[in-house]
């Protein structure tokens, strides 16, 4: 339950050719370090164009443990639909799926990290994709479980894009 599905090198891998590939039809997006660095109100220019081709092929739905008025913000911002805070890793995922009227096959569970995004999305079967943080910076717990999720950080069997 702790292997992601795929290990990506960056979000930026995560293409709507991509998600064809590998028969997806929508997905759910962690906020902080997967989206935008922690802390960061603005989305970093290379993810713009990203982020519109990605929204413009399928559904995409913004799934954080963010604090409630900070989610709102970068929500307004992003214009995506979404909820925070989630509670990942056990609650959330069925929402965003619910939301997003997609079965768990069919929805890329993407984020950061191994004990809220990939163990969330494995647990309601959604093909879960770890992608590297973007910034060091980060809340201190969780510079404190990075420590921990490092034997994780790979797919199940191994194979790494």
Request: no cysteine; net charge positive.
């Given at each position: 339950?702790l292997?992601?599905?795929?290990?990506?090198?960056?979000?930026?891998?995560?293409?709507?050719?991509?998600?064809?590939?590998?028969?997806?039809?929508?997905?759910?997006?962690?906020?902080?370090?997967?989206?935008?660095?922690?802390?960061?109100?603005?989305?970093?220019?290379?993810?713009?164009?990203?982020?519109?081709?990605?929204?413009?092929a399928?559904?995409?739905?913004?799934?954080?443990?963010?604090?409630?008025?900070?989610?709102?913000?970068?929500?307004?911002?992003?214009?995506?639909?979404?909820?925070a805070?989630?509670?990942?890793?056990?609650?959330?995922?069925?929402?965003?799926?619910?939301?997003?009227?997609?079965?768990?096959?069919?929805?890329?569970?993407?984020?950061?990290?191994?004990?809220?995004?990939?163990?969330?999305?494995?647990?309601?079967?959604?093909?879960?994709v770890?992608?590297p943080?973007?910034?060091?910076?980060?809340?201190?717990?969780?510079?404190?479980?990075?420590?921990?999720?490092?034997?994780?950080?790979?797919?199940?069997?191994?194979?790494?894009?």
């Open positions: 339950m292997f992601p599905r795929e290990v990506l090198p960056s979000l930026l891998h995560l293409t709507p050719a991509w998600l064809k590939a590998q028969r997806l039809k929508g997905g759910n997006l962690d906020l902080d370090n997967t989206l935008l660095p922690y802390g960061a109100g603005v989305l970093p220019e290379a993810y713009r164009a990203w982020l519109s081709d990605l929204k413009g399928v559904p995409v739905y913004l799934l954080s443990n963010a604090l409630p008025e900070r989610f709102a913000r970068v929500q307004r911002l992003l214009d995506l639909p979404g909820h805070p989630a509670l990942k890793p056990w609650f959330g995922f069925r929402k965003a799926l619910k939301a997003l009227g997609l079965l768990a096959r069919e929805v890329a569970a993407v984020g950061d990290q191994v004990f809220t995004d990939v163990l969330g999305g494995n647990l309601v079967g959604a093909y879960t770890l992608v943080p973007l910034r060091e910076q980060e809340f201190f717990y969780t510079r404190f479980i990075r420590v921990r999720e490092a034997p994780f950080r790979r797919p199940r069997g191994g194979v790494t894009r």
